[in-house]
């Protein structure tokens, strides 16, 4: 059975679960339509939030593999808040073909800056190279669960503070820029694009490989299937196919998938099947949100405490906040007031599995407006994504491309957190800016 019913929870409740599954379900089909018609591509801002959360929210309440039920309370603020953010799509102003591209049409990959792009990354794999050694020591008695452990272990002296601050808001922003400029390098032909995208790719790696983290090699395979979709169109599917299937882009995918399953296999545990690990990751956030709202916190009572965007924008008023801890001096970002604090404690989300730090975008909305952020986090988010369709549409830039690509990742990443508290965000879109940007002479009336 999908559903069933707990010890100690009514019969009730599980109906309530299907009723809500229904509704996840037609929502679903109701945007696709929408989406669809205003855009006239499925490659458009309400796919990639408002069907992508509803996808989510049905998934979360089959409760499979024996985890608990998303709330009542966390079901509508997903509800209402994919509704907000399709309702302002709808109703705003906007390309067309949103983020669809031709496979013609981008200009500016023959443009990058290749010289740049390569030196940046050398100095990312510099910084890296002594934690390799470490590493080695570490997988070698422990394990990749034990090099993991080693990250968080703070009486560790895996990495020293200032190499910490370098990983994150200098290495992995680097190999997050050089990928995306890379993927397009790569679809479309630009100069030194292998070379690019492997820098990237390599990037990533070495990231596992010092970290056990999953998360970069796997976003590689994300970031390359969102430019397919943007660069191939309704009449492209064949063009499709034939550049998923280009060696260059098939080999580095299988490579990553087989670096994820070896690295999964050592971390997990012995009784956990691929099926529930994937449904941990995809649909574990309406559960995670549903504990976090009914924890007590000391720290934050919910649409009591606000933080008026600290949150929201956390990489933008983050930045001092972060130069001055790296001078030693100032207070805490947002970033650790949420992830090591608010939701740093592993909570109860399945019978037999507890889990910390999967607390999705609205609860970073929730802290910082209180309900309002379930309608204020949506607009925010549908503006950005209007915007940026507009200057796609109307440049074909690599760079605009690029922007556009980052942030359906963002979007893709808000049913896991809100990366944008991060400042890491801000050293992405600086270091995209540095490899593509180019200024484009306006034509004058004459011409």
Request: aromatic share 14%; proline share 3%.
């Amino acid at each position: 059975m999908l559903w069933r019913a707990r010890f100690g929870i009514d019969d009730g409740y599980v109906l309530l679960a299907v009723l809500f599954f229904i509704i996840d379900i037609v929502l679903i089909v109701l945007y696709l339509l929408l989406g669809y018609r205003r855009y006239d591509t499925l490659v458009n801002p309400i796919s990639f939030f408002s069907v992508l959360w509803m996808v989510v929210a049905a998934g979360a309440n089959l409760c499979l593999f024996g985890y608990f039920e998303p709330s009542a309370e966390v079901n509508f603020i997903l509800i209402i808040g994919s509704m907000v953010y399709a309702l302002v799509c709808l109703a705003g102003k906007g390309s067309k073909h949103a983020f669809s591209l031709d496979s013609d049409s981008l200009k500016g990959c023959e443009t990058l800056r290749v010289k740049v792009i390569v030196t940046v990354n050398l100095i990312s794999f510099a910084i890296m190279i002594p934690l390799v050694g470490n590493a080695l020591s570490i997988i070698s008695t422990s394990g990749w669960t034990g090099l993991r452990a080693a990250n968080y272990d703070m009486s560790v002296a895996y990495m020293s503070t200032i190499q910490t601050y370098l990983h994150l808001y200098f290495v992995r922003p680097c190999t997050m820029a050089t990928l995306i400029v890379g993927v397009w390098a790569l679809l479309h032909g630009g100069r030194s694009s292998k070379t690019i995208f492997f820098l990237g790719f390599f990037g990533a790696a070495l990231d596992v490989f010092v970290t056990a983290g999953r998360n970069s090699i796997f976003n590689t395979i994300v970031l390359m299937l969102i430019a397919l979709a943007m660069g191939s169109n309704r009449q492209r599917v064949g063009l499709f196919i034939r550049k998923i299937m280009k060696p260059a882009v098939i080999i580095p995918t299988i490579i990553a998938i087989i670096f994820v399953l070896v690295v999964s296999s050592d971390r997990s545990g012995a009784n956990d099947s691929v099926g529930e690990i994937i449904y941990q990751y995809f649909f574990a956030g309406p559960v995670m949100l549903t504990q976090l709202l009914n924890m007590p916190q000391a720290a934050w009572v919910p649409n009591q405490d606000f933080m008026f965007g600290w949150a929201t924008f956390g990489f933008v008023i983050n930045i001092p906040l972060t130069a001055g801890l790296v001078l030693g001096q100032g207070v805490q970002t947002s970033t650790y007031w949420v992830g090591s604090v608010l939701t740093a404690t592993p909570l109860q989300i399945s019978d037999h599995l507890y889990s910390n730090a999967i607390c999705t975008c609205y609860f970073d909305f929730l802290l910082d407006w209180g309900y309002a952020g379930v309608v204020i986090g949506p607009i925010l988010l549908a503006l950005t994504g209007m915007f940026l369709v507009r200057k796609l549409q109307s440049s074909k830039q690599v760079f605009w491309a690029s922007l556009s690509l980052y942030w359906l990742y963002l979007l893709y990443r808000t049913t896991f957190r809100w990366d944008p508290i991060d400042i890491s965000v801000t050293a992405v879109i600086a270091l995209i800016a540095l490899f593509s940007y180019r200024r484009v002479a306006r034509k004058s009336k004459d011409e």
